[in-house]
């Protein structure tokens, strides 16, 4: 048993306790150089929150001294030193402070305001955050005081990430919005109290000597305060935690109600939005050119709440003339790769959106002759071949509900290409 706890013996490997407070002192200043390393850190880290580039962001963390007032106010608490924690505690302020302001500026002066995804993903903590911030601080401070400090130290740089929150608290006071603002201040608060928390840990298993002996009824009430703090940011966090869990949960049953109800039927989804934190909450969804009827409407509805999808307004979005604009904004904004068939799709159909052409004559022979033909729109684009060559394009896109076979599928092209003589037909099913 003696052997199996050698393997997990933290003072094999130790530095000299002297040598670690004297590293961990020297760290804790933000003047002259330390300054300004911090200020061209929260210049790297906001420019790549602003462009969404991980890489920038990792970057940035890996060159952020703002580790250093933290562990020291963990090594102050462990050992009572009072003087070392009150000159932690006020190089942490001002680090936070020139964070925000540096922050607070490039963005206010930035063109581009639009949140990104790596900018959101830090205004809503959660337990994870919390986990993370003090098991990332463990390693961090076991690192330091090792003789071999090895590789963990930029790892728990990256992990715990202090930089990407105060960026993105300065991006919320630069556009007015304080919700971002107030998450992004609350996930930073998490990472300082449990990775200082994660240091007094392995200060006090380690037995640094203490630098103030107190009697037992203030040791106790700091004992208390630390407990205190660590509760206050816990139990919020949970409940982030708890409602990110719903969140998602209630995006995997809107995922299966389109699959099941209508991508398996046949229809094509080409606009969803979901607003899960409204109330009631709201699905729109928009198709190519399927019309619904009132009835299929009622259908939908009433086919939601077997996929547990309550409290939920659904909301059809069609006839109306900005529709197919909208279709394709959320299409750009959500393809990431996409095969060539997928982006002729999306070029034709918004082409048609402008150019649609009216065909009584089609409308009234597509059954009889195509009756497998269930719906399908037509229009004519336009573009230049070359300089000074313009090729004129019908776009017939439609939805059967069998493949055509091949005769019948070169009788359509014909049929087309008598009605549309001189351009050229694509035709494509959806």
Same mark, same amino acid.
């Given at each position: ?7 997990? =013996? ?27 390393? $911090? ?7 906001? &420019?790549? *929150? ?19 007032? #933290? ?22 302020? #001002? ?32 337990? /994870? ?19 071999? +400090? ?11 990430? *202090? ?10 006071? @630069? ?12 996930? /930073?608060?998490?990472?300082?109290? %449990? ?9 006090? /298993?380690?037995? /640094? ?25 816990? &139990? ?9 869990? !719903? ?43 399927? +019309?619904?009827?009132? +009835? ?5 509805? =009433? ?33 990431? @790769? ?15 959106? !402008? ?6 004559? $089609? ?6 002759? %195509? ?18 060559? #313009? &090729?004129?394009? #019908? ?8 493949? *055509? ?10 049929? *087309? ?14």
């Amino acid at each position: 048993m003696n052997k199996l706890l050698g393997f997990f =013996d933290l003072h094999q490997g130790e530095e000299k306790k002297e040598s670690v407070l004297q590293n961990v002192i020297e760290n804790i200043s933000f003047r002259g150089s330390n300054a300004w390393i $911090l200020a061209c850190a929260i210049v790297v880290a906001s &420019v790549g *929150l602003n462009v969404n580039s991980t890489a920038v962001i990792i970057g940035a963390m890996l060159i952020s001294p703002l580790m250093g007032p #933290i562990l020291g106010a963990g090594f102050a608490l462990g050992t009572f030193d009072f003087p070392l924690l009150k000159k932690s505690l006020k190089n942490l302020l #001002i680090a936070t402070v020139i964070s925000l302001v540096v922050s607070f500026f490039y963005f206010l002066l930035s063109p581009f305001k639009e949140a990104q995804s790596e900018l959101l993903a830090r205004t809503s903590p959660n337990i /994870y955050d919390v986990i993370i911030a003090f098991f990332g601080g463990t390693v961090g401070v076991i690192a330091i005081t090792r003789v071999n +400090k090895g590789n963990p130290i930029p790892g728990v740089a990256i992990a715990t990430a *202090l930089m990407p929150p105060l960026c993105t608290a300065g991006y919320g006071l @630069a556009i007015g919005n304080l919700t971002y603002f107030a998450g992004a201040i609350f996930l /930073y608060l998490i990472n300082c109290v %449990f990775i200082c928390l994660a240091t007094f840990t392995i200060v006090k /298993y380690l037995r /640094y000597p203490k630098v103030h002996y107190l009697d037992k009824k203030k040791e106790k009430r700091i004992s208390q305060s630390i407990t205190f703090i660590t509760i206050a940011l816990i &139990v919020p966090s949970i409940y982030f935690a708890y409602n990110l869990h !719903q969140e998602r949960k209630y995006n995997n049953q809107v995922r299966q109600f389109v699959q099941s109800e209508l991508s398996d039927k046949g229809y094509t989804v080409v606009y969803q939005k979901l607003q899960f934190n409204s109330r009631p909450r709201k699905l729109e969804l928009a198709f190519l050119s399927k +019309k619904l009827s009132d +009835k299929e409407i009622q259908h939908l509805e =009433d086919a939601m709440a077997g996929f547990g999808i309550n409290n939920t307004e659904l909301l059809i979005r069609q006839d109306t003339v900005d529709l197919q604009s909208s279709i394709m904004s959320e299409i750009d904004r959500r393809s990431v @790769a996409m095969n060539e068939k997928d982006v002729t799709i999306r070029a034709l159909s918004n082409k048609i959106a !402008q150019y649609e052409l009216a065909t009584p004559e $089609l409308d009234r022979d597509i059954g009889v002759l %195509f009756p497998q033909i269930t719906s399908y729109s037509i229009g004519r684009q336009q573009y230049y071949a070359d300089r000074d060559s #313009i &090729v004129n394009n #019908i776009g017939f896109i439609y939805a059967a509900t069998d493949s *055509l076979v091949n005769s019948d599928a070169r009788k359509l092209r014909l049929w *087309l290409s008598n009605h549309f003589p001189g351009d050229s037909v694509l035709v494509i099913r959806r």
